[in-house]
T-cell receptor, first 116, second 116 residues
Framework: AQTVTQSQPEMSVQEAETVTLSCTYD???????LFWYKQPPSRQMILVIR??????QNATENRFSVNFQKAAKSFSLKISDSQLGDAAMYFC?????????????FGGGTRLMVKP | DGGITQSPKYLFRKEGQNVTLSCEQN?????MYWYRQDPGQGLRLIYYSQIVNDFQKGDIAEGYSVSREKKESFPLTVTSAQKNPTAFYLC???????????????FGAGSRLTVL
């Protein structure tokens, strides 16, 4: 079974600065997808960014980018020019590209605080 | 607008009572999921369904039951057998098939269940 680990329960960043959230995962598969979800105080889960394992290029979405290290099974999220609205819980998630279900396996989450 | 509707948003239950959480989607998605979220923790899969009249247990199915009589609906019943039901429950759905890697899990706004 796959596992996802987020080793930082809490992180804080000064507004306008950059922060990196860590995620590692364990899998024996070679084909899979990785995601970062944001959960603000409203508790609505919002997709931030996704990465296909077969792609070497790191995904980028505006101020959000990832550092995908397949051999190291690492998938960190970098938030540049942090904004107050970035304060939320962030979850890393894994999904197999094979097999039935399409279900996600989640890490335990990192609470990000943004200081004005 | 298409989306997932969960109701009720807040629910209180006395010990020994069964309660049912509603999840309806108008996205024409094939697969639907129920996740449980405890404070400070990630999401854990309870049940999922890929097609009508079929569903599978997730990691923590004990004390829960589901049905999938219609494509749009996937209600979750929390039974009295669930020893610690107080939690936040999230329903999600996804369009299966095609370029499945491009398909992203969409979440509802969640239901908060409290056992008195």
């Amino acid at each position: 079974a796959q596992t996802v680990t987020q080793s930082q329960p809490e992180m804080s960043v000064q507004e306008a600065e950059t922060v990196t959230l860590s995620c590692t995962y364990d899998t024996s598969e070679s084909d899979y997808y990785l995601f970062w979800y944001k959960q603000p105080p409203s508790r609505q889960m919002i997709l931030v960014i996704r990465q296909e394992a077969y792609k070497q290029q790191n995904a980028t979405e505006n101020r959000f980018s990832v550092n995908f290290q397949k051999a190291a099974k690492s998938f960190s999220l970098k938030i540049s020019d942090s904004q107050l609205g970035d304060a939320a819980m962030y979850f890393c998630a894994y999904r197999s590209a094979r097999g039935a279900g399409n279900m996600l396996t989640f890490g335990g989450g990192t609470r990000l605080m943004v200081k004005p | 607008d298409g989306g997932i509707t969960q109701s009720p948003k807040y629910l209180f239950r006395k010990e020994g009572q069964n309660v049912t959480l509603s999840c309806e989607q108008n996205l024409n998605h094939d697969a639907m999921y129920w996740y449980r979220q405890d404070p400070g923790q990630g999401l854990r899969l309870i049940y999922y369904s890929q097609i009508v009249n079929d569903f599978q247990k997730g990691d923590i199915a004990e004390g829960y039951s589901v049905s999938r009589e219609k494509k749009e609906s996937f209600p979750l019943t929390v039974t009295s057998a669930q020893k610690n039901p107080t939690a936040f429950y999230l329903c999600a759905s996804i369009r299966a098939g095609g370029a499945s890697g491009a398909n992203v899990l969409t979440f509802g706004a969640g239901s908060r269940l409290t056992v008195l």
